[in-house]
Each structure stands twice: as C-alpha cells, then as structure tokens.
C-alpha cells in the first residue's frame, strides 16, 4: 500500500486565495521554516534540506502554530505554544502581519463580505450559510478547509475514473492498495492536478509518498503523541482479552 498526502496542503490553499506572493514563495520553499525565523528559532542562512533534516521537533512545533495563526489564533495561544512571553509572542504575531500584508487583509475582507452576505461558499460552490453570531475563527477557517475538501473529492473522482480507487480518504491524504508503481505515479500527477485546479493555477500543491507499507505492515503516525496513543489502544485491547496477548510494534 502507499500512502499519499498533500504538502502543507491548507497554507497552499491561504496563498492562492489570497494572492500574498510572500507566502506563496515561502510555500513553495518551506513555510515552517519560514514561521521559525519569526520566532528566532531559524537563520535566513540555512540550507532548507539541512534544517529540515536536523530540526524536526522545532519543524513540528512550528506546524499547528503556522496554521493557528492563518485562523485567528491569540496572543496568549501563541505564547504557550511557544513556551514564551506574551510580548514575545506579539511581537511574531506582528511581524506576520507585515511579511503577509495580503494575506491578512484578504481574510478580514473575506470575513466581513460573509457577515453581510450571511453565507459563504467553496472554490466550486459547496456553501456555508451562516448564523447571526458566528465564530470568526470558523469563517476564517472555511476557505482552507473547503478548497482541501475539494481537492480531495475531486482527486478521488479522477482516480476511480484512470482505475486507481483509493482504500481510504484520510482528511489531506488517500491511502491505496497497489503494486504497481506506475499507478501510484499517476496517482501523485492526478493529485497534483487536482490541487492545481482548485488554486487555480497560483499554487503548486506538492505531493508526497508519506509511507509505503508492504508485507502487511500497517500505517504508523510519526508522532510520538499517537504513537503513544496507539500504544494506549492496543494494551486495553489485549487486557480486556478482545486481542491475543503480544508485542505491539
């Protein structure tokens, strides 16, 4: 099996909307790494493939806070994320605003065109109508979330039509059952296909082969937060005796 997944795929989607070209360029390159350098955690002299190698738990850090602070997230969020003071986190908050001046007044446009419009609606028409009180970090959050919906309903259309049907649609990734390579090739193009379709053109939505599984291998989460999840799962399993008793891998 081969488990597929858009890169950054809701940041890629901010960019193309919104037509920052800052943040485009720093999609393109590496975002987080981008968000690091904010926070002085990263050099503008560093070699990406090198930083990214040799600092994944500063990269992974930065992923929930890159997409917290695309949807509204504050000050004091941001500061416990970082572990840092609140004027620090402030200060990073700021100097987002001015590297993506774009993007943010395309989100607050966006925002107040919905609450006089009392609706929104996706990249191909799916709409949300909205309330008289709604949570802005749900407007904020619905142009993203929606182009990935659609790019994965549209991916999966295109798929089952060329004869690769997917096992499985995991929220911006599709997990297949194949063994022949080229199909999962033609499965990364049609994947990027339909990434470019939904932003237009403006983005590439890069692809990766985040796992291959073979030999009956099942799919392992990176994280070591759902590893320990998973850990926690299996041994409640095997105590209440639903599972044989065995090592969980």
């Known amino acids: 099996m081969a488990y597929l997944d858009w890169r950054s795929q809701e940041v890629g989607v901010a ?19 981008a968000l690091a350098k904010m926070c002085g955690l990263a050099s503008e002299t560093d070699d990406l493939t090198a930083w990214k190698k040799n600092n994944k738990p500063i990269r992974d850090r930065m992923k929930p806070l890159q997409l917290g602070i695309n949807y509204g997230m504050g000050v004091p969020s941001l500061a416990r994320g970082l572990d840092r003071h609140p004027l620090i986190a402030s ?4 100097r987002h605003k001015r590297r993506y001046p774009r993007f943010w007044q395309w989100r607050a446009e966006m925002v ?6 009392r609706w929104m609606e996706s990249v191909f028409g799916w ?54 390579p080229e199909k999962v090739e033609l499965a990364i193009e049609i994947m990027r296909g339909a990434g470019r379709d939904v932003c237009d053109g403006l983005v590439e939505i890069g ?8 030999h009956g291998a099942r799919y392992h989460d990176k994280r070591p937060m759902a590893q320990k999840m998973w850990a926690t799962i299996m041994n409640t399993l095997h105590t209440i005796g639903v599972l044989p008793r065995r090592e969980v891998a």
Not at 207 to 214: A, K
């Open 207 to 214: 692809v990766d082969i985040d796992q291959r599984l073979e």
């Open 127 to 180: 709409p949300l109508h909205i309330t008289h009180s709604p949570n802005q970090r749900t407007l904020y959050n619905f142009p993203m979330q929606s182009g990935g919906a659609e790019m994965l309903r549209l991916a999966t259309v295109r798929l089952c039509e060329a004869g690769i049907v997917p096992i499985m649609l995991i929220h911006d990734g599709i997990l297949f059952e194949e063994t022949d």
């Open 112 to 117: 107040q065109a919905a609450m006089l419009d």
């Open 91 to 94: 200060e990073i908050i700021e």
């Open 15 to 33: 960019a193309a909307q919104s037509g920052d070209e800052l943040l485009k360029l720093d999609y393109t390159r590496d975002i987080y790494h």
